[in-house]
C-alpha cells in the first residue's frame, strides 16, 4: 500500500463512525451481520479502510450486504441512490 493511501487514526475513527451509523439505520441489508465483528475486522485492513474512505469522499455510501464465506470477507458496496460526483 501506497503511504500516500493510509488515513490517520481520526480519519479512521469518523469512517468507522459513519459506517456504522449507515448499518444502524439499514439493518436489512445485512441480516445475520454483526458491526462488531465488522469493524475489528476493518481495523487490520488499512487498504480496505481507504477504499472505503474514497466512496465515502465522493459522496458514496458504503454499506455492508455480506459476507463471503469462502474467502472469510465482508462484502460493502455502494448503496448510494445516485451515482456519486466524478463516477
Known sequence: MNP???LSANE???LL???QTRFGKN???HLGLNWAEIEEKLRHAPEKLW???EMERTEGEPDVVGFDQKNNQY???DCSAES???R
Open 75 to 77: 462484502l460493502f458496496m
Open 12 to 14: 479512521i475513527a469518523d
Open 27 to 29: 439493518k436489512n441489508r
Open 51 to 53: 477504499s472505503l474512505n
Open 17 to 19: 463512525q459513519i459506517l
Open 84 to 86: 456519486p460526483k466524478g
Open 4 to 6: 500516500q493511501n493510509k
